[in-house]
């Protein structure tokens, strides 16, 4: 049963996404900047570094499936956040097996995952043609503001979940032992 | 061997063919969405209902509380708005009888009318995270009639269309999110048949307005502050549905056709309550009276 608490987090975070709009003030909504619910890619960061051992892919797979799920949710073309995810948080994974698993090392990869993954997600938009912005307005109107509040939302998953995950980490290292 | 040797970029070759298949494949507007898909979004549209009740709530209350402080002075304007829209319900009244009456007198019938349509009410349940795609859910879907190219609008005008619809939910893509592919036939009204029609072809994120090309043909004499609506032309909308208000008009970067900057009339942010308009038209055609080639394939609009 245990087992199922990690993809029933995931899925209720990739439905809450579709809510996150509300909770920014009409004024933002409306202006230039636009912020981005990267809140999946959140949880997948926490998992890669507090739930995954060493030669486990949990995180990368999650990546995959709930992407897909983004896509066929809310944008309908398939494969941009599916592999952006996926391969960022394969990235992720490799990294932190030369890191330790503490609260800074969370951060640095919070911060490398949300800039690569939208970056990914801006490239291929860019070539499908969903958007036409240049690069420097994309920086400063998309990432900036995007990753500022996906990190306040990584920090706010920090006391909910760091001790759980490590928790649940090791009962599942246990039951394969 | 060497070749399996190197098992990761085999599998990251694969992986990004895989990737250029799956988006080359969904990238371009799709009228039918696979049942997988279908299932997919039925099932999480159960679900973001159902979760939707709550936060609403919240999100409404706190709302509310602000409203309250200009509740007197609305209130005040409404009751004058109130009196002269009796002495319009009369007016509207005589109207529609005369038209009845004329219509009769030349054996139109109601459903003949590119004006007359059904409406679909719905509730928005979920709005896409990824802004540049402008998309929002809504809790009705094929089962309730619903199918892909319809108009979505407010109370106060139109919002956008339908893009794809599931069994039980369906996605409607914004009049902000629009483009070259999804063009809008409409028109300004004037007196004495000098109606001026043109397509809305676009959303311009700098002005944050709807880009209105004037045909060529048409009249030029545009002000600001007219009512832009839909004009029903294009076949697939219905007549009459409000777009926006002229806001500024300019000549195209070439100067050889007008093209005004339309300021959406609903507000794009805070939707709710949406109504889906079926044109009642297009139904009598399918029933076989009007056989002809131009009105199908029509997804332009």
Known sequence: ?177 | MRFFRNKRLFIFLIGFILLVMLVGYTYRERLNITFAEELINDTVGWIQSAVHIPVNFTVDVVSNIQEFKDTYEENQILKEQLSQYRSLVYEVQEVRKENEELRDVLNLLESDSIRSHEAIQAIVIARSPERWLEQVTINKGKKHGVQANMLVMTADGMIGKIQSASNYTSRVKLVTGFDQFNRISAMVSREDARNIFGMIEGFDEETNSLLFRIIEESEKDLEEGDLVLSSGMGGVFPAGVPIGTVKEVTSDQYGLTQIALVEPSADLYDINNVIILDRSVEQVEDLGDVVDDETEGDNEE
Do not use: C
Request: glycine share 4%; no cysteine; hydrophobic share 60%.
């Open chain 1, 1 to 177: 049963m245990k087992k199922a608490y990690i993809p029933l987090i995931l899925l209720v975070l990739v439905i809450l996404e579709g809510l996150a709009i509300n909770l920014l003030p009409k004024e933002i909504v409306l202006s230039d900047y636009l912020i981005i619910a990267h809140w999946v890619l959140a949880f997948l960061v926490y998992i890669t570094v507090y739930y995954d051992e060493d030669d486990t892919y949990y995180s990368v797979i999650y990546a995959f499936i709930f992407g897909l799920f983004i896509d066929v949710i809310y944008t309908g073309i398939l494969g941009v956040y599916m592999f952006s995810y996926g391969f960022v948080v394969y990235v992720m994974n490799r990294l932190r097996n030369l890191l330790y698993r503490n609260f800074y090392v969370l951060l640095l990869l919070g911060v490398i995952a949300f800039v690569m993954a939208d970056f990914l997600i801006y490239i291929m938009y860019s070539v499908v043609g969903i958007t036409d912005m240049v690069w420097q307005d994309y920086l400063l109107r998309r990432l900036l503001p995007t990753l500022a509040a996906n990190l306040l939302f990584l920090l706010f998953l920090f006391p909910i979940f760091k001790k759980r995950l490590i928790r649940w980490s090791e009962e599942q290292l246990e039951q394969g032992n």
